[in-house]
């Protein structure tokens, strides 16, 4: 994939909207596992979110867009812009000046910027991780692992998976993310795996079957010990439904 | 209550973030019923929601607890920051032009402005409503009878409403809304009211209960008709918590 013209960070400030950015907390799901794409910094070794401006010409969302895309080659994904981070100081201004000077010439992160914060679920398989000119690598990391981030972003993505496990709470998901047909414990697993909690199967079975999203399968999945679970598969059209209304609770 | 020093509208663009605002959806509500709190503009007679700018010594947050406490005299109210408008074209910017010239000469409204929206719920028996500099009444209206706003604000309202109807549907909501101790056809009638629909009383009480958000107390209503139906209070602590954990679905 080139990444001739992938242009994001301080840069396109000129020309974008001053004092206002954007970050993109992109969670990869695969295998009952999550992980986060962080981008490592040239020279320093640092890591942090990705990022951007937004040009005048684009919507703050086609913003967000097109930083997904450019570091995943992705589009059409599962994107929620969460909150806008707007305190006076969100981070040691001068401390990142010093530490990416060398880098960057005109020191935009000495300015205050707001930052508008999304996050997008995607099926990590599926990603090819590019990193922009100011970083050497993109990379999934595991929750459990992610380091001190630059500027305020370890505080970005604690609000941004919180967002995420909220949303999991009251709105369908797992279509893009688990495959056509599925069974019962591969959808708790999933949500085990994003809530990071235990959850009752059979309570959980219940709740799910009640919402009318999914529908089962005159099949069974083969090849599994013990009994066979049945699979199911996802009704596109009462899930989008229920993402429409936006509540499980009182289904 | 003075309004010397209310200063919000276009003047604050002067030391405040270019091309950045914050809209506020006040909704009102009592006795079983839902309003928005609307400013009638000076001489043209036409609404909007209150709104600002923020001040560059400010977090954006705090721009829109200045807004509330300006517009109503609350707070330390319950406040939600919703969804950041970023479109290139929110609105007819020459028309709203000519509209607003007699008022405002810098005309700042004619830049793109990204405006992050804000909700608020309050008892509207509390709020003082305040017009700013720019407009003539600040009024309650019924969600029925809002007129066509200014700028995009038809916009933001549905989509406040719709975060409003959604934060309903998977976290508590009350405190501060309903009287110390109330009934659970009360607590009904605060989410039929707010979500504008009905719900299965029996259904609704077994689920409330179940999250332990309320307590009953060893008393009835006196004074009502058929069966006195038993008081409750909320249970803060446990309020706090499921707040926290933002999920009523997997309580």
Redesign the interface.
Known sequence: MSTENIKTGPEQSIGG????SLDCVIFGFHDSSLKVLLLKWKDIGEWSLPGGY?K??????D?AIRVLKERTALDKIFLR?F??F???KRYDNELIKKKLAHLVSDHIWLD?V?S?GYYALVDYEKVFPTPDRFTESCDWVDLDDVPELLFDHNEILTKAL?AL??EL??QPIGLNLLPDKFTMPDMLRMYEAI?DKK?DPRNFQK?ILKTGIVIRLPEVKKGVAHKSPYLYKFDKKRYTEVLEE?????V
Chains 1, 2 share one sequence.
């Open positions: 909207i001053p004092q206002l937004i005048q010409t684009e919507s703050v969302d913003a812009q909150y806008t707007g305190k006076v205050r707001v508008v919180k496990r909220l709470s009251f809530l959850i709740k936006g509540g499980l609770f009182f």
